[in-house]
């Protein structure tokens, strides 16, 4: 089969590997859909060296396949898997996480947080961007037949962990949510918050992605580089603030629009990957009584709790993808995803 494999700089190729085999506990999936997430550009941009672990390579220069959104089919089991565990064509999502599998974090779900270190699907283990992909059993979330693998794809990350910080926020309908960045997350973020019966205020810099926060149900959407977001919130918001804030965009000015943007008493969530910012602690913080949290995508449970929220509330989660693309696509496929002007974007291997 051929797999996509980030070489730092924005390039990838296509390289040739062997289909996989399932071990013990193991079962091969056929990718029907792996997403784009936000987080693979910063492979996908980054110069690095082969053996940098964090980079998309493995044990010395050994390749790694991109993708940690996979969604298909179970098409091989290994030893001392049971028919009630897994069987050959059932509709599966991947947690694209695994860990020891002994830790409290592994047992409650939280493979990432792995108290011996975890692998990271399309990071430093291969990912979704082939024809197959090998998983541990335990890795695997049920597809109901009510979703589409698209979705399933997008619940496998982005839409996963907009929902899994929207729960950190605690949201509840009625309250305002200011939104800060509509890429995938942010605009799963939106989609998600307004089915919980929030009013949504979607921030973003490119007019194609505010479009779409507004096609998605935000309430009001703001220009975040020709208008002072923390005014524009206070003055929608009847000089308060908003309930909660989500920063997706990992932006210092984002991240500390957010923080002040909050009302007395308010939440704060950050989800955006890396980057750092400054506050002023007494007045941003301590004399307002915020409360700030992170959130680092979700469980295995967070992921199956996603899907059926997804299902029951008729969330329309494939309005995300603007783009979709063929395997043999997936050069251009990450030039235009690089771009940051468009919604989410999904290969279909097969």
């Not at 924005?10 to 990718?31: H, S």
């Not at 898997?81 to 897994?86: H, I, L, P, R």
């Not at 977001?229 to 804030?245: C, D, F, N, S, W």
Request: aromatic content about 6%; some cysteine; charged content about 20%.
């Amino acid at each position: 089969m051929r797999g996509v494999v980030f070489l730092g700089d924005r390039r990838l190729e296509l390289r040739d590997f062997p289909d996989p085999t399932p071990g013990a506990r193991e079962v091969v999936l056929e990718i029907k859909a792996s997403g784009m997430c936000g987080s693979d550009l910063h492979v996908y941009r980054a110069t690095f060296k082969p053996g940098d672990g964090s980079s998309g390579f493995k044990r010395g220069a050994e390749p790694v396949i991109a993708g940690h959104e996979p969604c298909g089919v179970i098409a091989a089991v290994g030893s001392g898997v049971t028919d009630k565990e897994a069987r050959i064509g059932q509709r599966v999502m991947c947690h694209h996480y695994t860990g020891c599998g002994g830790c409290k974090h592994c047992r409650s779900g939280w493979a990432q947080m792995c108290l011996e270190g975890s692998t990271v699907f399309g990071a430093n283990g291969h990912g979704g961007h082939a024809k197959y992909m090998k998983v541990p059993l335990h890795t695997l979330v049920p597809l109901s037949d009510a979703l589409s693998f698209v979705t399933g794809a997008a619940i496998s990350c982005g839409t996963g962990t907009a929902y899994g910080a929207l729960k950190r926020l605690n949201l509840q309908g009625g309250e305002t949510v200011a939104i800060f960045g509509q890429g995938p997350v942010g605009l799963s973020a939106t989609q998600l918050a307004v089915a919980m019966g929030a009013r949504v205020i979607a921030l973003d810099v490119a007019p194609e992605r505010r479009k779409m926060a507004k096609d998605f149900g935000a309430a009001e959407v703001i220009d975040a580089r020709s208008n002072n977001p923390v005014e524009a919130i206070r003055e929608l918001t009847h000089g308060e603030g908003a309930h909660k804030t989500l920063d997706t965009s990992g932006a210092a000015e984002a991240r500390s629009a957010s923080v002040r943007s909050a009302r007395t008493w308010g939440t704060v969530c950050f989800v955006g990957e890396r980057g750092q910012v400054t506050l002023d602690v007494s007045p941003d913080l301590l004399r307002r009584q915020i409360t700030l949290v992170g959130s680092w995508t979700f469980s295995t449970q967070g992921q199956a709790e996603c899907a059926e929220f997804v299902a029951d509330h008729h969330v329309d989660v494939e309005k995300l993808f603007t783009q979709r693309w063929r395997l043999d696509q997936a050069e251009e496929a990450y030039r235009l995803f690089d771009t940051q002007s468009t919604g989410k974007g999904v290969i279909l291997p097969s």
